[in-house]
Nanobody, 123 residues
């Protein structure tokens, strides 16, 4: 399994932006598709976005399309999630996760998970 560490969370105002990063320890980082999920208080964890191993494909939840952008730099073993036009309903703990391939959104297909980073959006 690959070890993942999220960073970049914090407090933002509605309409603002934040950029999350997911750093991996694995030298063969490009063996994994990387996804972002989030869990709001009292709610189940949900899919946000995923990027394929070589960034040829991405997939987004409808709730973030047009506002969030996922990208990766395999040379630096990092995946980023640029979040623009933030809304209070984006408040959640955000997790990055790794799967061997593909851009599906099923959580059970992701075998490695980070500890999460808190994002809070104030109105």
């Amino acid at each position: 399994q690959v070890q993942l560490v999220e960073s970049g969370g914090g407090l933002a105002q509605a309409g603002g932006s934040l950029r999350l990063s997911c750093a991996a320890s694995e030298r063969t980082f490009n063996n994994y598709a990387i996804g972002w999920f989030r869990q709001a208080p009292g709610k189940e964890r949900e899919f946000v976005a995923v990027i394929s191993r070589y960034a040829s494909a991405t997939n987004y939840a409808d709730s973030v399309k047009g506002r969030f952008t996922i990208s990766r730099d395999n040379a630096k073993n990092t995946v980023s999630l640029q979040m623009n036009s933030l809304k209070p309903e984006d408040t959640a703990v955000y997790y990055c996760a790794a799967r061997p391939y593909g851009t599906g959104n099923r959580q059970s297909d992701f075998g490695s998970w980070g500890q999460g980073t808190q994002v809070t959006v104030s109105s």
